[in-house]
């Protein structure tokens, strides 16, 4: 089992930064790739980055060149560093952790409200 809790969150204006943190626990989470998702209202959940143990890392085009994915695997915490944030930015966004693929996550946080007001 593992678990996740994400904090940072909030209200900025456009053109700012915002960093996102996840704090992961449980067995052998050290192991498994870490994900940020996020979920604008009447829109589907979409993959924002992800990063396996070794660093391989994937963006999403519409946060390429802005947000930067990390991860610090002694204290087993994801970090998202968003510049230039946007109004099409604001969602919910949720730490996740997959064993496999990335797209399919297998535990989730609660979730971090960002908001980016124009």
């Known amino acids: 089992q593992v678990q996740l809790v994400e904090s940072g969150g909030g209200l900025v204006q456009a053109g700012d930064s915002l960093r996102l943190s996840c704090a992961a626990s449980g067995r052998l989470v050290s192991y498994y790739g870490l994900n940020w998702f996020r979920q604008a209202p009447g829109k589907e959940r979409e993959l924002v980055a992800y990063?396996?143990?070794?660093?391989?890392?994937y963006y999403a085009d519409s946060v390429k060149g802005r947000f930067t994915i990390s991860r610090d695997n002694a204290t087993n915490t994801l970090y998202l560093q968003m510049n230039s944030l946007k109004p099409e930015d604001t969602a919910v966004y949720y730490c996740a952790a997959s064993s496999r693929s990335m797209l399919r996550p297998d535990y989730w946080g609660q979730g971090t409200q960002v908001t980016v007001s124009s």
């Open positions: 990063i396996t143990r070794v660093g391989y890392i």
